[in-house]
């Protein structure tokens, strides 16, 4: 299985681009454009892709589980919301090592905020106060479920700022002004002036959950 960020890739390069070579992030399964954006080795994700041992993964991930250390990919999973704890806890050890200028960030889509994990994070984080920013990729769609089929409001943002943290929603796949807030929140957070952020960015999938179809 496949499951193809096209569509989305406005917000994996605005935010990658507004980070530095030792900030890290944490990926969903539909990555491909976060791992490339953050400088993930193109020939090596292919080869992940077809199972060879050259892989980013050595074969062993496939399409959903890509990772490259180097480049700040700490890696991607197939299991909706595994990643936002890690990355919570990678900021939590910035924090404790005393590392400055450096953070970690988190994508996940918006399927993810239904997940009990992503309360205790957001809710340790911002109590901590950790250098960490949360990507919400809303594309409105947990596999087929519409978000309206299953919230009652489209507030992920608000239910974001009830932690306490400041929450923003960026609508448009807007790479620019994607780029302009996190670049200015990024500094914030390094200069001791901010705990977590969270960003909601709309967006939407053109392909199918899994495949090259048409969604």
């Not at 050259?54 to 180097?70: F, N, P, Q, V």
């Not at 590392?99 to 109590?127: I, K, T």
Request: charged share 20%; hydrophobic share 40%.
């Amino acid at each position: 299985p496949v499951h193809l960020s096209i569509g989305q890739e406005a917000i994996a390069v605005g935010v990658c681009q507004a980070l530095e070579p030792g900030d890290v992030a944490f990926g969903t399964y539909r990555s491909h454009a976060l791992y490339l954006a953050k400088g993930g080795d193109l020939k090596s994700m292919i080869a992940e892709l077809y199972g060879k041992a050259t892989g980013s993964a050595k074969g062993k991930g496939g399409s959903m589980h890509l990772i490259d250390i180097r480049a700040g990919v700490m890696g991607t999973s197939a299991v909706v919301g595994t990643t936002i704890p890690q990355a919570v806890g990678y900021a939590h050890a910035i924090q404790y090592r005393g590392e400055q200028n450096r953070v970690a960030v988190s994508f996940f889509g918006d399927g993810g905020v239904d997940e009990g994990v992503w309360h205790e994070s957001m809710n340790f984080a911002a109590l901590k106060k950790l250098p960490v920013i949360f990507i919400c990729e809303n594309n409105f769609y947990a596999i087929h479920s519409h978000e309206r089929a299953r919230h009652l409001r489209s507030n992920i943002v608000e239910r974001a700022r009830a932690y306490g943290m400041m929450a923003e929603r960026i609508e448009g796949n807007d790479v620019l002004k994607i780029f302009r807030r996190v670049r200015s929140t990024r500094s914030r957070i390094v200069a001791g002036k901010s705990g977590p952020v969270f960003f909601e960015c709309m967006t939407y999938r053109w392909r199918q959950h899994v495949g090259p179809g048409e969604d």
